[in-house]
């Protein structure tokens, strides 16, 4: 009978370590990078701009992504403004936009990607006058 309590007791202690252990396991998230950059180099109020995000997962180009988009704010305003973009099909993906007044502004991305989604930190422009 002794023998018995403890063969169960053992059994409960080795499940209650294996949950424990199991619950303290750290499942490795994704790095996920940005390389946001503008496709002209002189960026002009009231033109045409295109902007590049290049989007890397675990160091490999994210061709894939289920929907990225871009934020856009002109310096001293809370507000932005949302874009989504075309996807390239090669870890780049794009959007069209204009700047009403010359200026800093901040973009920043958000890829959305499975059940993952990550923004980027504020990528800082400046637009001259046309």
Request: no cysteine; charged share 25%; glycine share 4%.
């Amino acid at each position: 009978m002794k023998k018995g309590i403890i063969v169960g007791l053992a059994i409960i202690m080795i499940s209650i370590f294996s949950i424990k252990l199991s619950e303290n396991f750290n499942i490795h998230e994704s790095s996920i990078d940005f390389d946001i950059l503008p496709v002209q180099e002189v960026l002009l109020k009231n033109r045409a701009i295109l902007l590049d995000a290049t989007i890397t997962k675990d160091n490999e180009k994210l061709k894939d992504a289920n929907r990225v988009y871009f934020e856009i704010r002109e310096a001293g305003s809370e507000n932005y403004r949302k874009a989504n973009s075309t996807n390239l099909n090669n870890g780049t993906y794009r959007v069209q936009t204009t700047f009403p007044r010359s200026g800093e502004y901040y973009i920043r991305a958000t890829v959305e990607n499975n059940e993952l989604i990550k923004t980027s930190a504020d990528f800082k422009v400046y637009v001259d006058k046309a």
